[in-house]
């Protein structure tokens, strides 16, 4: 019945199917008549526009008004991560790059560094290290470069008491570890009080986490 009302024999459809976005791909409307982007977890959906299947996501009428659209969920009402177009399960390991590996969860996803967080201190035969990319490889590695030697002697002239006893040198605050929740930031820096090179942490939160669902009776 929805359909003979929605649906007109035969099909007009535009002469260039639309342009989608990332990861939403071109599929048949409900009529099976002409191409529509699929519609991608959390946007709104019915009869005509609907879900992307190949991500198993069905269109969700449960909290939706009576005769109105419903919202793309998944088919058994389990969270979900949309990371760069792409779509995970509740409790699904990925990588979104070779650096750091994600866990998605409850809506959100938590990431850890693949990459070691070393700090290579100042010594004799290597006055200044520096950390740089090295092409074909993921992780960056210590270098030293080599400084005129008077700054050297200059810097370790000064008390290690003070405060910041030589040039300062740190590095931008990483994202968040947590897209929801409280997560933390790190950065490599000397802004310390023997202006030594150390990982530092600090607290972050994006977002609040969504609130779990009520537990259903058995």
Not at 63 to 89: H, I, K, M, Q
């Amino acid at each position: 019945q929805v359909c003979a009302q929605l649906c007109r024999r035969p099909c007009y459809c535009p002469w260039v199917p639309p342009r989608c976005p990332r990861g939403s791909p071109l599929v048949l409307d409900g009529c099976g008549c002409c191409k529509i982007c699929a519609r991608r977890l959390g946007e709104p959906c019915d009869f005509l526009h609907v879900c992307d299947q190949s991500q198993g996501l069905v269109c969700d009428y449960t909290s939706a008004p009576a005769g109105t659209g419903g919202t793309c969920n998944f088919e058994d009402d389990e969270e979900g991560c949309e990371v760069n177009g792409r779509l995970y399960r509740d409790g699904e390991v990925f990588q979104p790059s070779c650096k750091i590996q994600c866990h998605c969860l409850d809506g959100g996803f938590n990431c850890v560094p693949l990459c070691q967080e070393d700090v290579r201190l100042p010594t004799p035969d290597c006055p200044y290290p520096r950390r740089v990319e090295i092409p074909g490889k993921c992780c960056p590695e210590w270098i030293c470069e080599a400084q005129d030697q008077h700054l050297l002697r200059d810097a370790r002239a000064v008390s290690p008491l003070l405060r910041h006893p030589c040039q300062e040198w740190g590095t931008e605050w990483s994202a968040c570890s947590a897209t929801c929740g409280l997560g933390f930031a790190t950065r490599v820096s000397n802004q310390n009080r023997y202006c030594r090179l150390e990982t530092q942490r600090r607290l972050c939160m994006v977002r609040p986490c969504p609130a779990l669902p009520a537990a259903f009776p058995a």
